[in-house]
């Protein structure tokens, strides 16, 4: 035999080889995923936190600015443009803040004026968007 023969038969790999590399890739696909699955939802949480003290300051920069925070009617909105009534010469030319982000679960941050808290509430519903909740539906607010 010559040795191209011979080397046909011994290229490729076994079934047993194939199946040994998946069992391989499925267990360490495993332990990344319940490594980093749950650091995912703390960092939406540290997301929310952090979305909602930008937007605490930029109230309490139109609060300076306009003597009163804006109503619940105005909402988060006079942060990013004049509402009606309000002297143009008086606001930020602008806005306070740039644009009005969604909380990390895609659901607009919630404000009440006056705050059940405090003078304001901004807060985020959580993951399951409805009041209340613990883990990560739980709300997450200005007040905490």
Excluded at 49 to 59: C, H, M, P, Q, V
Aim: glycine share 12%; hydrophobic share 35%.
């Amino acid at each position: 035999m010559t040795d191209t023969e011979n080397k046909t038969n011994e290229d490729g790999f076994t079934l047993v080889e194939v199946m040994v590399t998946l069992v391989i890739i499925g267990l360490l696909t495993t332990f990344v995923v319940l490594n980093v699955l749950p650091a995912q939802g703390k960092a939406q949480v540290q997301k929310a936190k952090g979305d909602i003290a930008a937007i605490e300051t930029a109230l309490e920069m139109y609060a300076l600015d306009m003597n009163n925070y804006p109503t619940e009617q105005e909402g988060l909105e006079a942060l990013t443009a004049a509402p009606a009534g309000v002297s143009e010469a008086r606001y930020r030319q602008g806005g306070y803040i740039r644009k009005m982000s969604l909380d990390p679960w895609g659901n607009p941050y919630e404000y009440r004026n006056p705050g059940e808290n405090g003078p304001i509430d901004i807060y985020s519903l959580g993951a399951d968007g409805e009041p209340g909740g613990e883990g990560q539906d739980a709300d997450i607010g200005n007040w905490q």
